[in-house]
């Protein structure tokens, strides 16, 4: 199977690392094809810069239709163009947060999401609710890192995330942590071992859960609120995409 | 003061049309500027669409930096890139669906929204979760007329609408209707008049409680979630708008 | 147009006060004719208190039918005799809670309630739940100063509740203040300069949402829930006010 | 012990009633004492009737202050006054809406609540919220039958409040009904007979549920939010019942 | 009438003492029919307990069947079983942690629970959710006692929980405690003495309730989800226990 | 790796069954062995049933321990027993509702379930609150078959069961359906094929998200709430199940 992983900021270190995240845990018969847009922030840190990528997203599933994948991971916390994704194409669609949010809640009654600048919990706290997963999640916490400070993450960084860490499931009362950022994947299995308990990275829980589904034969439904967009005409650096 | 009202499809009769209805009720001293995305779908009907329309937001009120708007309203029933505006200005920032279902609540302790297509129920359905909306609605109901049949709008598009009216309010025990388009905002005083009940169209509610929130100097949180995207750069055809 | 501003309780100075306040946002064209119940507590500080005040509503509500107020707003955070009002009168009627939660929720992801009693928290707390802005409240809290010491309230006073405030932020991690009194009103542009962010005054912003509401023509609905009382007989006191 | 029972209506016929059904179920060491209001509607079937009935509810909790009551009810579907009541006195205070829907919730997975006027059916909802009982009511309806005519209620009354609950067992896939009117108490024993299911009338489980608490020495809380109301001035006809 | 308790663990110790905290409350003509299951374990501390304690409730309440209780109450908080036992009698069938949360909530606005081993905090998370009582609760808070500990519970294990509760009673704004297990039955009326507030142990309030249930011919509902279960085979030492 | 499947029915054939539907999508490294309780009813209709069923799983898990599964699965709908499972083991355990759940949520905004009795809704309904998958499922539709009718299921079930997902999804305005009983696992692909939507078959998903959280090496925490149980002693034929 050939599996669309998108990341959505425009930073191709970021891409690569992903990537080879993704890849260190698909099964062999999945082909990562790992892209970002052609436009927009180098990282996701506001509102302002997710909107662009969103619209990022729908550009690279719009794009990917020529050599219809099998299924799409959207790798970034926040989930930007989820939905419009899945109505762009008949393969299931992932994103990191829904699949690590479920995952989480198999494993314990309640986990603590640790994630980058405390601006961007909000986002977290949006998409569990969305998710239904508000219930099991016990706290959301920012540790005020940048994004792109993970990338070459160093000794102090790391160390940072797994006090967060270790506090959340103190103060929260956790037995599971989730990394709310893409970029946190390569420091899941050290800060496993570390805390002793699941760190779960959306990532890797993304790309397998797709196997899954796709395993199982199962797309995403195009009767009623996923199928496909409406042919129209699009406009401006757009006009490209329609539909 | 200076509104900004932003159409985020590209369909400059609609534009037109949604500022002939923003005019029609602002106070004389409320200046009335009218924008579109530079780029993206000519109607909003997805979550496709929608992705374009809400980066087309978030450039329109890049874009409009330059001037400082005292008040942005985003003319789009779905609130497209509503958090993002928010963040890229201290004017305060309506979305019209927020603001048609906060008037409602004060107006009937319950209501029914009137939409376009029947697949988007699910963004006003979210959109009321997001606001708290939800236990105040007591039904989304789709006409599956299209965006762009509302322009012009005949005489049996009308009833059509008429219709769908009278049927929400009997069966959802409904005291008042949203109008769930902002192309419908034409419509809104004869549905009212032939309905009975307060009909309310978000693009003049959004207005007024934007005149309003501006006459008493409130502005857009900058302390948190709101603040200021970080400045990083922008790529591509984004990278104009970079922080 | 005729403004019926109420104030639940029985002080004349706070009534007065009340409405500086609400004459100071109010348009050149909103006249605001400030009233209190016959009857009742000084101040609102319990469900007891409260239920005076609610039937105090009701009377100044049912006594204005003579002159036809094109607006109501109640003007104690408790919101009392809210839906009582809606039923007597085809105008619009804003409770000065629900005006400030709404506009709150426009301007910040979350915000925090500064109030006055301690014991008065559980009556906020229910209001936001009943207007669905819950989600949006990130914390109520009290500051043990009675009502009516907000009158002529002291620099000491005002550095407690701007205290309480800075607390709530910090703690809370919140946008924005709302006041959880129609006393603190005369408070707000102060504690705003002081905390660098939106503090809401419900007092004012229900005067700015009504006149925009009576701007657009749109009037509580008297199809269903808020339809007029049945006439029927009253007796003691409350006779003259039947229906 | 004694238990005072408040009829929140000044329909004394219904007073009676009322207390005669509550006699029926109650111990024979319980004394029943009923009272209404001094002044107020002669049935509550809107926001208007019940603003004057919870005033009423509360001077007549403080009108027992003397005698001490060792239990309270409040005989009216709509709990009008239970929170004021709650601090005006140290012993246990029922509403009939809150002791029927628990005790629905202990007979069956999901009820519904068969009413007077549907435009009261607001009413209810609210409290299934306030209660918490919202997830296990399936359904809440009107039948339009005016409160009064159910005094001396006649064969049809009976039947049409029959059908009803049977249409409401039927659509709602509920196991029992609440009653959903103090006036409705002297039916239930009738309409239980002949639907084969639990009905419950609030008025005799509030007064079985008084019974328990007082027998097991439980009061209300007076650490809190339902401590006594602050000694303050009351003005007008409600200056004798100042605190 | 016969009321059936049913001790869901198998200490037989507890057993009596439960029994023996039942009968002190109950009513002359009651007569408590104290069981325990024939299998299991010593207390009910985890999940895991907890299976095998809701397979001997369903155990001792089909045995029961033999001689038809006229109410059932089962005194452990998890309150194990209780959907099974309540197809499987026509009786009133109570758990404590249900009959406690829902006498709280008329106690008090807001109540914390204190219970045994912090890990057993989720099971009253969970049914608080499901009674619709989680408004209600502002804490639960683990001891981490041992449930047998609580036999012949010494002066400091009361202290312990004294304290608990007064810090819960602070932390939260609570107006009221409910005891977290049926072993902490004899301890109830000391800490109310000391604490000043409502101290709610469950078991007295089901037999209370449950008395008041049959008091008024209520029984659990036959129609739909608790009918009768199906008759069929049971296979191994269960065979005895088909319907 | 070793996946226990659990059947927590006492049926043979049916437990062939699930073991079958399980191979045929299970990846050729993983090994189904597929169990059943000792004891209790041959299916699973009731909460009585269930309540059996749940120490049955408990007891499975139990005596797997001696060869410690890599992954565990629960093959009927209600997911008895899964939070003991979930102690008793450190490999993950799935329910298949919980699986079904959040596949379905995944491939479309809302699904409807179509399962047995129409007494079994309600236990769908809890999972669905439970798991936070309430807000995704538009329907809980009993078809009143029973359990074991789908055992060699003729003609008339099938077309029985397609015609109850027909209306379900047109009146759920639904995009998927959920399988709600084990034993229609078999029907799974010809359903999909006639209905032409994502038909799930939570044993299916089950055993692929088993496999995918096995290959990133998640394991249940056992820090906190699904800690093991505490050893203690048990009594009855349940002794040789101690910890």
């Not at 989480?104 to 977290?124: D, E, N, P, Y």
């Not at 993970?150 to 797994?162: A, D, F, N, S």
């Not at 499931?169 to 942590?177: E, K, M, P, V, Y």
Request: aromatic share 6%.
């Amino acid at each position: 199977m050939k599996l669309l992983l998108i990341n959505p900021n425009t930073t191709q270190a970021m891409t690569d690392a992903i990537a080879v995240a993704a890849r260190a845990v698909a099964t062999p018969g999945t082909e990562i094809v790992a892209v970002q847009p052609s436009f927009g922030p180098v990282s996701i840190e506001s509102h302002y810069d997710e909107a662009f990528a969103a619209a990022g997203v729908a550009e690279q599933v719009r794009l990917a239709a020529a050599w219809r994948p099998d299924a799409v991971v959207i790798a970034c916390f926040g989930d930007p163009g989820l939905e419009a994704a899945r109505e762009a194409t008949e393969a299931p669609v992932l994103g990191i947060a829904e699949a690590a949010f479920h995952a989480a809640g198999m494993l314990a009654t309640g986990f603590s999401v640790v994630t980058t600048l405390t601006r961007t919990c909000i986002m977290a706290e949006r998409l569990l609710q969305r998710y239904g997963a508000d219930q099991h999640c016990r706290g959301v916490h920012g540790t005020d890192i940048p994004v792109l400070d993970l990338e070459g993450c160093g000794v102090e960084t790391l160390q940072q995330i797994e006090e967060a860490a270790r506090d959340a499931l103190a103060r929260d009362r956790s037995g599971a942590i989730v990394l709310g950022c893409a970029g946190m994947a390569p420091l899941c299995a050290t800060l496993s071992h570390r805390l002793g308990v699941p760190v779960i990275d959306g990532v890797a829980v993304a790309v397998k859960f797709a196997e899954a589904l796709v395993g199982l034969g199962l797309r995403t439904s195009k009767h009623g609120d996923y199928a496909p967009p409406l042919p129209k005409p699009f406009v401006g650096w757009a006009s490209g995409l329609r539909w």
